[in-house]
Each structure stands twice: as C-alpha cells, then as structure tokens.
C-alpha cells in the first residue's frame, strides 16, 4: 500500500507563487517517477508535470518556464514550485507514483490552488 499526501495549495493573487509538497509513504521499490496532475471544474485531469528517478522533468506546455518539479529522495517527497500563477492554474493538483493512483482510478482529495483576481 502507498500512501500519497498532497499539501501547500491556497489562494493567491494572479502572478503569485506557491511550493506544492506530496509526500509518500508505505511500501514503496526504489526510485519512483512521479507526476503532478490536476483537474479544474468541469475539465477532465490534466497531467502537469513528470520527475524521473535520475532528476529527468517533463512540463505540459501551459506550464512551461513557469513550474518546476524536484523531488528529495531521503523524504521520499516530491514539490511543485508554480510561479507567475494565472487563473487558469486554478485548479485541485494531484501527486502520483509509478501511475499507482492511475491505475487505481482513486486520487483522494488533492490540495487546491485558487487563482483569483
């Protein structure tokens, strides 16, 4: 069993930053790829961004120069650090590991970002 816990969403003003944190836990076989996904009302989940167990990263062209993923292996924790926020950012974000709650088709709840003027 893992177990996936999302943190760090709130609101803020367009143009702002914040630093999403997922931290994972359970059983858990060497170095995972891990993702951030997110899903805006009324739109279908939205893969954002990729890390690699070797550091590799891969963006979804809407955020581009814009996000970044990184990730600390001793945590087993993965960040999203969003900056120049808009309002089409706003959005429930999702963490997964290895495609485990793909595969489950259950995300929890995620953590929210708001993105208001």
């Known amino acids: 069993q893992v177990q996936l816990v999302e943190s760090g969403g709130g609101l803020v003003q367009p143009g702002g930053s914040l630093r999403l944190s997922c931290a994972a836990s359970?059983?858990?076989?060497?170095?995972?790829?891990m993702d951030w996904y997110r899903q805006a009302p009324g739109k279908q989940r939205e893969w954002v961004a990729t890390?690699?167990?070797?550091?590799?990263?891969n963006y979804a062209d809407s955020v581009k120069g814009r996000f970044t993923i990184s990730r600390d292996n001793t945590k087993n924790t993965v960040y999203l650090q969003m900056n120049s926020l808009k309002p089409e950012d706003t959005a429930a974000y999702y963490c997964?590991?290895?495609?485990?709650?793909?595969?489950?088709?259950?995300w929890g709840q995620g953590t929210q970002v708001t993105v208001s003027s």
């Open positions: 997964d590991l290895n495609g485990y709650r793909a595969g489950r088709g259950y």
């Open positions: 890390i690699t167990s070797g550091g590799n990263t």
């Open positions: 359970g059983t858990i076989f060497g170095l995972p790829v």
